[in-house]
């Protein structure tokens, strides 16, 4: 067994909304870099609070609680609110492309990781768009549910989410019993079914094709890594996988020899290469790992826990992935098992021969924090708190939702830790305070020193007119 020495992989975010009041300065410069973003000024304004609401210290995040706390008792800012989200026809593929370029000054690393995952909101009723009962991650077993598809980014410097994709059911696409419900959610006509493997690839490539965000390999669970296509659109984009796999899953040690068989003469000519050795069958990756000697395995550290370092034995393998039967792509099997239950995890990655084994254990570790997103996001930041039901309602609030996380993610880049509390530093000297916003003008405070989570004695100044109702439901 080798030393375990913990692997460097991403630090914890360590702020939380109530680390962060007070820092209302802080807040409207980063609302800044959006607000060009959005078409009218009522809409900035919306934003604005949305945010300031979602970083408070409010125990749920619906939408009445946070105007009330940051507008105040004001019926038709509620209305304005729910309209600005549930119909506002905002941008929020521009927004996130913004938000990327952001990630990229502050987490960026050639060595980046893109982590895609799932997760599941429990809902009520059958009026929300795209609910089914399905598994649902959250509760453990099938329930009624909205499924949402995620990708986060990973580095040494820290982690966020990069993007967000609502799963439809199949029905909900292509059931003409369920165009009702289409019309009512405001799903776009043009949409297609689409899976979940397919959903993340998409992200993915967007951000690809976007060019701002360094990155090099994707992690994903067994979910993703089971479907063979996403692998391989991975590939196709000049990133490496690293997948986690179903046990079942086979593999060449070594890869075959192949050939076109030799035409009999009669029927069609053969074109299709096969095996030339029937008895050379790929292994399931768990008969691989059973037929290992114990000095194929060493012990890692893969993260410093809480109670010290977090460590895990590995066994690395150079393999042929299976495609339709047939050799596939080389790449490595990854073998990882927990020292105390003998828990063994299995991942194929299509990283080239040269990655050193120390690399390939570090990125074992490096999927976990799209996990903590969403436990920091549903924590602290409203994630699954949302009330609306439309299709724009949905994407619109776990856009802002990634922005508030990555507003304490790049507070704490820049601070080099969680930094001292801001309640206890003092504001700016008074010749240099902004003076209070006009009546008419919105804002999030009088300064440095105004709390974010909750109401100035004035109270905070709704937007100069609400957005108007919508007469009909946007797409």
């Given at each position: 067994?080798?030393?375990?020495?913990?692997?460097?992989?991403?630090?914890?975010?360590?702020?939380?909304?109530?680390?962060?009041?007070?820092?209302?300065?802080?807040?409207?410069?980063?609302?800044?870099?959006?607000?060009?973003?959005?078409?009218?000024?009522?809409?900035?304004?919306?934003?604005?609070?949305?945010?300031?609401?979602?970083?408070?210290?409010?125990?749920?995040?619906?939408?009445?609680?946070?105007?009330?706390?940051?507008?105040?008792?004001?019926?038709?800012?509620?209305?304005?609110?729910?309209?600005?989200?549930?119909?506002?026809?905002?941008?929020?593929?521009?927004?996130?492309?913004?938000?990327?370029?952001?990630?990229?000054?502050?987490?960026?690393?050639?060595?980046?990781?893109?982590?895609?995952?799932?997760?599941?909101?429990?809902?009520?009723?059958?009026?929300?768009?795209?609910?089914?009962?399905?598994?649902?991650?959250?509760?453990?077993?099938?329930?009624?549910?909205?499924?949402?598809?995620?990708?986060?980014?990973?580095?040494?410097?820290?982690?966020?989410?990069?993007?967000?994709?609502?799963?439809?059911?199949?029905?909900?696409?292509?059931?003409?019993?369920?165009?009702?419900?289409?019309?009512?959610?405001?799903?776009?006509?043009?949409?297609?079914?689409?899976?979940?493997?397919?959903?993340?690839?998409?992200?993915?490539?967007?951000?690809?094709?976007?060019?701002?965000?360094?990155?090099?390999?994707?992690?994903?669970?067994?979910?993703?890594?089971?479907?063979?296509?996403?692998?391989?659109?991975?590939?196709?984009?000049?990133?490496?996988?690293?997948?986690?796999?179903?046990?079942?899953?086979?593999?060449?040690?070594?890869?075959?020899?192949?050939?076109?068989?030799?035409?009999?003469?009669?029927?069609?000519?053969?074109?299709?290469?096969?095996?030339?050795?029937?008895?050379?069958?790929?292994?399931?990756?768990?008969?691989?790992?059973?037929?290992?000697?114990?000095?194929?395995?060493?012990?890692?550290?893969?993260?410093?826990?809480?109670?010290?370092?977090?460590?895990?034995?590995?066994?690395?393998?150079?393999?042929?992935?299976?495609?339709?039967?047939?050799?596939?792509?080389?790449?490595?099997?990854?073998?990882?098992?927990?020292?105390?239950?003998?828990?063994?995890?299995?991942?194929?990655?299509?990283?080239?021969?040269?990655?050193?084994?120390?690399?390939?254990?570090?990125?074992?570790?490096?999927?976990?924090?799209?996990?903590?997103?969403?436990?920091?996001?549903?924590?602290?930041?409203?994630?699954?708190?949302?009330?609306?039901?439309?299709?724009?309602?949905?994407?619109?609030?776990?856009?802002?939702?990634?922005?508030?996380?990555?507003?304490?993610?790049?507070?704490?880049?820049?601070?080099?830790?969680?930094?001292?509390?801001?309640?206890?530093?003092?504001?700016?000297?008074?010749?240099?305070?902004?003076?209070?916003?006009?009546?008419?003008?919105?804002?999030?405070?009088?300064?440095?020193?105004?709390?974010?989570?909750?109401?100035?004695?004035?109270?905070?100044?709704?937007?100069?007119?609400?957005?108007?109702?919508?007469?009909?439901?946007?797409s």
């Amino acid at each position: 067994m080798l030393q375990v020495v913990p692997m460097a992989t991403a630090p914890t975010l360590e702020l939380s909304p109530q680390d962060v009041v007070g820092l209302v300065d802080e807040l409207r410069a980063y609302h800044a870099l959006y607000a060009p973003l959005f078409q009218r000024q009522e809409q900035r304004d919306w934003a604005e609070q949305y945010l300031r609401g979602l970083l408070s210290a409010l125990p749920r995040k619906s939408i009445e609680p946070m105007v009330l706390a940051v507008v105040g008792a004001d019926r038709n800012a509620v209305r304005g609110m729910q309209q600005f989200l549930s119909a506002g026809p905002w941008d929020d593929d521009a927004l996130l492309r913004r938000h990327w370029q952001e990630v990229e000054q502050a987490l960026g690393d050639d060595a980046g990781v893109l982590t895609l995952d799932g997760r599941d909101f429990p809902k009520q009723g059958q009026g929300s768009v795209g609910v089914k009962r399905q598994y649902c991650g959250e509760v453990g077993k099938r329930a009624n549910c909205q499924a949402g598809v995620f990708l986060g980014y990973a580095s040494t410097r820290g982690y966020t989410l990069l993007d967000r994709r609502l799963y439809l059911p199949e029905e909900w696409v292509e059931d003409a019993a369920y165009a009702s419900r289409r019309d009512a959610c405001g799903i776009p006509a043009e949409a297609v079914f689409q899976t979940k493997p397919a959903l993340g690839g998409a992200m993915i490539a967007a951000v690809r094709q976007a060019g701002t965000l360094r990155c090099r390999w994707v992690a994903c669970d067994e979910g993703f890594g089971r479907d063979t296509a996403l692998l391989d659109q991975v590939a196709g984009l000049g990133l490496w996988y690293y997948a986690e796999v179903p046990h079942d899953t086979r593999v060449w040690p070594g890869r075959p020899a192949t050939a076109v068989p030799a035409w009999s003469g009669r029927g069609r000519k053969p074109t299709r290469a096969r095996v030339v050795d029937p008895g050379a069958a790929p292994q399931t990756v768990a008969a691989v790992a059973a037929a290992l000697p114990a000095r194929a395995w060493s012990r890692q550290g893969i993260k410093e826990g809480s109670k010290g370092p977090i460590s895990a034995d590995f066994a690395l393998l150079p393999v042929v992935a299976v495609r339709d039967g047939l050799p596939g792509p080389d790449g490595w099997l990854i073998l990882r098992r927990t020292p105390e239950t003998g828990e063994r995890k299995t991942y194929l990655s299509n990283a080239p021969a040269a990655t050193p084994p120390a690399t390939l254990v570090r990125v074992s570790g490096m999927r976990w924090p799209i996990e903590r997103c969403f436990e920091e996001g549903q924590q602290h930041l409203g994630l699954g708190d949302y009330e609306v039901r439309s299709w724009r309602g949905w994407h619109h609030h776990l856009t802002l939702v990634i922005l508030a996380h990555f507003f304490l993610v790049r507070l704490q880049c820049r601070w080099g830790g969680k930094g001292p509390r801001v309640d206890a530093a003092p504001g700016p000297p008074a010749g240099q305070r902004r003076p209070a916003p006009a009546h008419g003008r919105s804002g999030l405070g009088t300064g440095s020193a105004a709390p974010l989570a909750a109401p100035e004695p004035r109270g905070l100044p709704r937007p100069s007119q609400a957005p108007p109702r919508a007469t009909r439901r946007v797409s």
